[in-house]
């Protein structure tokens, strides 16, 4: 199973901010371009944004201008800011390389943290 560990997820109120982090190991992050996805029941996991080794980056059309993501190479780690939440950006978010190697099978993916924006 592909260590994978999400963290910084919560109860925010609309308008709010915050910031995950993902640690993955060095062999999956020094050659992949990295992604954050997010979740919700009974939906497919989508991505949200996604940074290339080369620090390129790209939005969802849903995010774009709101969220933020980099990574730290030294570090392998890839964060997500987030601002100006809103309802519809609750979610389980996850990170893997993008493209990830199955986008349903669990056993490619950490636990994800989750993010409940609510008043």
């Known amino acids: 199973q592909v260590q994978l560990v999400e963290s910084g997820g919560g109860l925010v109120q609309p308008g709010g901010s915050l910031r995950l982090s993902c640690a993955a190991p060095?062999?999956?992050?020094?050659?992949?371009?990295m992604g954050w996805y997010r979740q919700t029941p009974g939906k497919e996991r989508e991505l949200v944004a996604r940074i290339t080794t080369g620090g390129r980056t790209n939005y969802a059309d849903s995010v774009k201008g709101r969220f933020t993501i980099s990574r730290d190479n030294a570090k392998n780690t890839v964060y997500l800011q987030m601002n100006s939440l809103k309802p519809g950006d609750t979610a389980v978010y996850y990170c893997?390389?993008?493209?990830?190697?199955?986008?349903?099978?669990?056993?490619?993916w950490g636990q994800g943290t989750q993010v409940t924006v609510s008043s």
């Open positions: 893997n390389t993008d493209p990830p190697p199955s986008l349903s099978n669990s056993n490619y």
């Open positions: 060095g062999i999956i992050f020094i050659y992949n371009s």
